[in-house]
């Protein structure tokens, strides 16, 4: 079961962007964790797809500005538009969770 648990969570890494409506530019790591070891190791081995999944979320963000961004509430946001478009993305399985595991805005 723990074993289970490891493979569940997968590090998609760094990303950097500019978010135009708020004007700044972010640095995120995501961490995600899936509902299963299962969906984790196949993530795992389609990385640069998931990868393009999560940052396709944070380009395509609307309607936040950076006072956003500094709020739980903004970044509670953040992490619900990563989590929809990997769900959209993933063939079976589901997003448990996101992590931001470095969130730096300029």
Do not use: M
């Not at 961004?69 to 969770?97: C, F, T, Y």
């Amino acid at each position: 079961e723990l074993a289970e648990l490891k493979h569940a969570s997968v590090d998609l890494g760094e990303f950097r962007g500019r978010l135009v409506q708020a004007g700044t530019d972010i640095e995120l790591e995501v961490v995600v964790e899936f509902d299963s070891g299962t969906t984790g190791r196949w993530v795992h081995e389609n990385l640069e797809p998931a990868r393009s999944a999560a940052l396709g979320a944070v380009a395509t963000v609307t309607g936040i500005t950076r006072a956003d961004l500094l709020s739980s509430e903004g970044k509670a946001r953040l992490r619900e538009q990563i989590r929809a478009h990997l769900d959209d993305w993933l063939p079976s399985g589901r997003v448990k969770s996101i992590y931001f595991s470095k969130f730096v805005l300029h």
